[in-house]
């Protein structure tokens, strides 16, 4: 116990525990901590009249959990395979987030991040929270929060 | 706060809350000792418990209440109106001091002098010559205290105290349970009860609610593999009953509500110079315990209502031909999976004229719409937001608040207000409540592919339409489709448009009508397909989905699907369906006389056509032959912890146990009965037929679709064996042994 804890901090010294997530082309790092678990392919159900970034209800332990599409919050055409769904808890109970595939694990260096570039169109700076320079490729920053349903029916309503 | 205060709260409000029933069965009964007894308890228990505790004011207070209780109980002092005003008073001083130990751990401060002169007084109040009718003024001069509450008693032991000597016998609290047991009956509930916090019930019932789910699925999965399928009715039989058992743990007898109207209908006539008779029946019918507390307030206001603008003063009651004293009926009973509670009163009823200029003056209406309107229509004005038509704004009521909080929060629940009323015979309004919350019964529909649940409560019957029919038999006007049914114009809503799913309107195959009712709107709802009802647990939606407004939920189904659970009245509001012009059940009835012929409903039965007529018809279940059981000979079914009799006449053709069999439960006068079926045919109307040369209709036979067929006559299904005959048959068999014994 103890022991686990004490590595936590040294990797949090050393960097951030992200899991990156593909969506398109694109790579998507997430900060493992806001995960609460990841569901492989699992079936979801269309919720009719529904705001276009819903991307349906998945049976998650008992709840319903509206799940979140990263493809059609990005303007993104549907995806047809079935897609991975990460769970967080948000302000209204937990949320789903379908993506195209979840990665790996990595660690990233604070030292090599970066804000949004301000040619970035304003719903994705909305959406993103920086850039991580990694040695081949950048990962985009999600932040959970910014993707609660509850945040972005209010952003829609507003 | 410590366990023991705690304690000391919850057992003393409880306590409480008996003495003021207790107390307002006593203006009735001024000797029943019982009454007085479970009084003095009350009392006596407080006083030991706060000397105890530290809490002097509580324990004064008491101390001259016991005193004079003590005199009552011992037949030394007979109660009167005054005594029993000062009794109240001393109960509500009671209860405001516990409202502020539990919100500040404190007594509070205040001066008792007033009240306990006064109940000292009490005690040598015409203790010789005890007057029943009129009550002896209190002795010292009331104190002026502060309302304890913010609702309508507070003034009431005011103007009690102010005037003892009028109307405060106006009000008899009749009970329809015998009153002096009802004492003792209590005292061994409170023993043979345990608290359970509800949080732990709730997740009880959660837990429940996925076994339920699991269930489901495991039955739909096991139907494949044989071996499994006995296992699995196990989890089913274990599952029902577990559900059944939290259930009841969660339910309360309605009288929980019920009990704190005497009092307040006695405050409230008072109040009013009103005279006014509290009936209450049905008590004892049971309710889940979050419901009970969501329905308190709608139905206190429909009480409040009904005293104020219900019943009339004495005078104008006596001008019209009444009795001076008006009839307030509290009425509670078990319907099917719902519980109706009615507020009845026999007062003015509702002035259709005075609701319509009053909506039409507070800009809820235009002139011009109240005049489309039927009486009915017009009536259901009332729960609007902002309608009160009172004269007066008074303290009771009129704040413009009312009726559409009564409304909202019971369809908030799940369940259904109607009026009723009848110029110069009163009003009746009738609050549905369904049992339960988690868990409901649903029609499977699909739309485009996708399942959606529709709640049973709002279905009243199904229609299915063939490809050609949909052609022929759906009208149009101007793109707003309508179905004849029974001759009737029905308003049709096409699930996927309404869903968005389609562009076309019309499908290739043809279609099924489930005809809905809600929120006194009817209509139909065009689906592409059915699938058997299902039990299912309600799964709240996120705030995101509920705004879209037509789904009041989502669930999982035995397939393991998810379904959206549709919400009939916001699917009639958003489509713009009106309020049902008139009630649809007597039109119905006059069209069938009209005709002569009846409905039957056709089935087969061993191989032949049988019919029953369609009106006795309740339900049809489907069930697997192994469930049905023999009892004395006879084939019955059980329902959770009713049997059902049954008509079988298909045991000679059924071969396996696991033959899926069709279960027509009809209704013969009061009780239920059920006919076994391979199937279920059709429904069509039928003539009698007369026995050549006699002109005597015969009973067993009808003539559908110009076929002769055999009627099930629902009268010859034997009854059960009565509990009576069960225990005579004990009684010899026990004879015999003793007998058998001594030989």
């Not at chain 2, 209908?265 to 009936?279: C, E, G, M, W, Y």
């Not at chain 2, 039990?535 to 959206?564: C, D, H, Q, Y």
């Not at chain 2, 053709?653 to 006068?669: L, N, R």
């Amino acid at each position: 116990m103890m022991s686990s804890l004490m590595l936590q901090t040294a990797a949090q010294d050393e960097g951030i525990e992200m899991c990156s997530v593909r969506v398109g082309q694109t790579f998507y790092g997430i900060p493992v901590t806001r995960i609460l678990e990841i569901l492989g392919k699992t079936a979801k159900q269309p919720v009719p009249l529904a705001p276009i970034y819903i991307g349906g209800l998945v049976h998650y332990r008992g709840e319903v959990l509206t799940a979140i599409s990263l493809r059609r919050l990005l303007d993104m055409p549907a995806h047809d395979a079935s897609e991975d769904i990460l769970v967080f808890e948000g302000a209204d109970g937990y949320f789903g987030l379908l993506v195209d595939e979840v990665g790996e694990v990595m660690t990233v260096q604070p030292a090599d991040f970066e804000g949004n570039p301000s040619t970035l169109d304003d719903r994705r700076k909305a959406l993103f929270n920086g850039t991580y320079k990694l040695s081949n490729a950048l990962l985009v920053v999600l932040d959970p929060q910014r993707l609660d349903p509850v945040r972005l029916a209010e952003a829609a309503s507003s | 706060m410590d366990e023991l205060t705690r304690e000391f709260l919850i057992e003393s409000q409880e306590g409480l809350d008996r003495m003021e029933r207790c107390l307002t069965e006593l203006e009735e009964h001024p000797e029943g000792h019982e009454l007085l007894a479970e009084i003095f308890r009350t009392v006596h228990t407080i006083k030991g418990t706060t000397g105890f505790l530290g809490f002097s004011r509580l324990e004064s207070l008491a101390h001259a209440g016991e005193n004079l209780l003590g005199l009552l109980r011992d037949g030394k002092l007979l109660a009167n109106a005054g005594i029993i005003s000062g009794l109240l008073s001393l109960l509500d001083i009671l209860r405001e001091i516990l409202g502020q130990i539990e919100s500040s751990g404190q007594e509070g401060e205040s001066d008792d002098a007033a009240m306990i002169q006064r109940l000292h007084a009490l005690q040598q109040n015409d203790a010789v010559t005890p007057d029943p009718s009129g009550g002896g003024p209190p002795q010292s001069p009331p104190k002026k205290r502060r309302a304890r509450k913010p609702k309508a008693i507070a003034p009431l032991a005011e103007a009690q105290m102010a005037k003892p000597q009028e109307g405060i016998r106006a009000i008899e609290v009749y009970q329809s349970e015998p009153l002096v047991a009802q004492p003792r009956a209590m005292v061994n509930a409170a023993e043979s009860t345990l608290r359970v916090d509800v949080g732990l019930l709730n997740r009880m019932m959660n837990l429940v609610g996925e076994l339920v789910l699991t269930r489901n699925q495991i039955l739909q999965t096991v139907s494949a593999a044989a071996g499994l399928a006995v296992l699995s009715r196990r989890l089913d039989m274990v599952t029902a009953d577990l559900r059944e058992a939290v259930m009841k743990a969660r339910m309360q007898p309605v009288s929980h509500v019920f009990s704190k109207f005497p009092r307040m209908v006695r405050d409230l006539a008072q109040q009013l110079s009103k005279r006014v008779r509290l009936v209450m029946e049905g008590q004892e019918t049971e309710l889940d315990k979050s419901l009970l507390e969501a329905i308190k307030d709608p139905l206190t206001h429909s009480v409040r209502n009904a005293v104020d603008h219900g019943i009339e003063l004495p005078h104008a009651r006596e001008a019209a031909g009444k009795d001076a004293e008006g009839i307030l009926k509290l009425r509670a009973y078990q319907e099917g999976s719902h519980v109706v509670i009615e507020v009845c009163d026999d007062g003015g009823g509702l002035k259709v004229e005075r609701i319509r200029d009053k909506a039409i003056e507070r800009k809820l209406i235009t002139r011009e719409r109240t005049a489309q309107l039927s009486e009915r229509e017009l009536m259901q004005l009332i729960f609007l937001p902002g309608f009160s038509t009172a004269e007066a704004i008074t303290n009771v009521s009129g704040r413009g608040v009312g009726m559409d909080v009564v409304r909202t929060n019971v369809e908030k629940i799940g369940g259904r207000v109607e009026i009723d009323s009848r110029p110069g015979k009163g009003t009746t309004l009738r609050l549905r409540i369904p049992l339960t919350l988690a868990i409901v019964p649903a029609l499977i529909v699909h739309s485009n592919g996708q399942s959606f649940a529709v709640p049973q409560g709002a279905l009243s019957e199904l229609v299915h339409l063939s490809p050609e029919q949909v052609a022929a038999q759906v009208e149009r006007i101007e793109g707003a489709a309508l179905y004849r049914l029974r001759g009737k114009l029905l308003p049709l809503v096409f699930l996927d448009a309404l869903l968005k799913q389609y562009e076309q309107m019309e499908k290739p195959s043809g279609a099924y009508i489930a005809v809905l009712n809600a929120e006194g709107r009817r209509y139909g709802l065009v689906v592409d397909g059915l699938a058997d009802p299902e039990e299912i647990v309600v799964k709240p939606l996120s705030s995101v989905l509920k705004r879209i407004g037509l789904f009041s939920g989502a669930t999982v189904l035995g397939n393991g699907e998810m379904a959206l659970i549709l919400d009939p009245g916001a699917i009639a509001a958003q489509s713009n369906i009106g309020m049902a012009l008139e009630d649809d059940a007597p039109q119905a009835q006059e069209a069938n006389t009209a005709e002569v012929s009846t409905e039957y409903l056709l089935m087969q039965s061993a191989g032949e056509p049988a019919a029953v007529p369609l009106d006795s018809v309740l339900r049809i279940e489907r069930i697997p032959r192994s469930k049905m059981e023999r009892l004395n000979g006879m084939t019955v079914l059980r329902f959770a912890d009713t049997l059902l009799p049954l008509n079988d006449k298909t045991g000679a053709t059924a071969a396996s146990p696991e033959t899926e069999m069709t279960i027509v439960v009809c209704h013969d006068g009061e009780r239920h009965v059920g006919v076994a079926v391979e199937q279920v045919l059709d429904v069509a109307p039928g003539d009698s037929l007369t026995e050549a040369g006699t002109h005597a209709a015969t009973e067993d036979a009808v003539l559908l679709k110009d076929k002769v067929t055999s009627l099930v006559n629902l009268r010859k299904i034997p009854a059960l064996p009565g509990a009576r005959q069960l225990g005579e048959v004990r009684e010899t068999w026990e004879a015999d042994r003793v007998m058998g014994a001594s030989a």
